[in-house]
């Protein structure tokens, strides 16, 4: 099983940018697609972005397309989120999760991270 650990979460206004991270370990990290999801308090956890083994295909959540980016880097077993223009409602515990399958469900999900906190002041 692979392993997940976030970083890069954080306090920042709104229209801010933040990039999180995910580093993989454990077996090979381009086994799995891997997606990034994310719970606000008192709502269930939700997708926000996925992308595939090679990193050639991504599709996101209607409410972060065209401000979020997802992408991830093999080599280094990694993977990244990318931001930018936030917005309050974007606050939330962000989790890192990869699967063998793709597209990702949330239900089935091989692994998931501990989570890091992003907080969007307005």
């Known amino acids: 099983q692979v392993n997940l650990v976030e970083s890069g979460g954080g306090l920042v206004q709104a229209g801010a940018s933040l990039r999180l991270e995910c580093k993989a370990s454990g077996r090979p990290f381009s086994g799995y697609a891997m997606g990034w999801f994310r719970q606000a308090p008192g709502k269930e956890r939700e997708f926000v972005a996925g992308i595939n083994w090679s990193g050639t295909h991504a599709y996101y959540h209607d409410s972060v397309n065209g401000r979020f980016n997802i992408s991830r880097d093999n080599i280094k077993s990694m993977g990244y989120l990318q931001m930018n223009s936030l917005k309050p409602e974007d606050t939330a515990v962000y989790y890192c999760?990869?699967?063998?399958?793709?597209?990702?469900?949330?239900?089935?999900?091989?692994?998931w991270g501990k989570g890091t906190l992003v907080t969007v002041s307005s």
């Open positions: 999760a990869a699967d063998s399958d793709y597209p990702l469900s949330i239900f089935t999900m091989d692994a």
